[in-house]
């Protein structure tokens, strides 16, 4: 069965740049969600969309953005990077069917 | 807002043993729970999920119990195999369409041959 996927896998970036990280979810899946995984923490939630709109938002830095697109496919954009935000990120979808997040396999972003 | 705590941390059996993981939530609210399962390096595998109308649920040498009133829910494995060996997250979430899971912080369950 199709999954989630990420891309990129993995992401090396330098302080103060951007990076953009998409999510393609399971075909007819319209729900996203994006969570931040640090080392040896749980997965922490930032923001999910529902048909293309934003429906929940958590602990995402205001130098975060995100969008669902009309393929219902998903963009996390993150400016001025800081070593902190070195994480795994995750993409998960669900369908209107069931309340189930399916997890992609992540981004690896490391900021140097 | 919604605070789900787990316990053990770290949780070491041999192999054929059980293994339990238990999990508590704040927010009477909440009606729906999942397990995954988080091997190094990959995204979380839901593994068994339970919903507030259900006490118990089963799925070969898993199982899920739910008690609503003391806010509590437990995973259990049964003949634990190597493979079992992973970290295992519990969440909480209202259920709703875009509602995000509140995760617990993870029990990393180690079977020892």
């Known amino acids: 069965a199709a999954g989630v996927i990420q891309s990129p896998r993995h992401l090396i970036k330098e302080k103060r740049e951007t990076a953009t990280l998409k999510c393609y979810p399971i075909?007819?899946?319209?729900?996203v969600y994006w969570y931040q995984q640090g080392p040896g923490q749980d997965p922490q939630f930032l923001i999910s969309?529902?048909?293309?709109?934003?429906?929940d938002k958590g602990s995402i830095p205001d130098r975060f953005s995100a969008q669902q697109f009309s393929d219902y496919h998903s963009e996390l954009n993150m400016s001025s990077l800081e070593l902190g935000d070195s994480a795994l990120y995750f993409c998960?979808?669900?369908?209107?069917?069931?309340?189930?997040?399916?997890f992609g396999p992540g981004t690896r972003l490391l900021v140097l | 807002g919604e605070n789900v705590e787990q316990h053990p941390s770290t949780l070491s059996v041999q192999e054929g043993d059980s293994a339990v993981i238990k999990c508590t939530y704040s927010?009477?609210?909440?009606?729906?729970f999942p397990w995954y399962k988080q091997e190094l390096g990959k995204g979380p595998q839901l593994i068994i999920d339970?919903?507030?109308?259900?006490g118990e649920k089963k799925d070969q040498r898993i199982a899920v119990t739910l008690n609503k009133t003391a806010k509590h829910f437990s995973l259990h494995i049964t003949e634990t195999q190597p493979e079992d060996s992973a970290v295992y997250f519990c969440?909480?979430?209202?259920?709703?369409?875009?509602?995000?899971?509140?995760f617990g912080p993870g029990t990393r369950l180690s079977v020892l041959p």
């Open positions: 969440a909480a979430s209202m259920g709703n369409y875009g509602q995000n899971f509140v």
């Open positions: 927010d009477s609210a909440s009606n729906y």
């Open positions: 969309f529902y048909e293309k709109m934003q429906s």
């Open positions: 075909p007819r899946h319209d729900t």
């Open positions: 998960a979808s669900s369908s209107t069917s069931g309340e189930t997040q399916y």
């Open positions: 339970i919903r507030s109308n259900v």
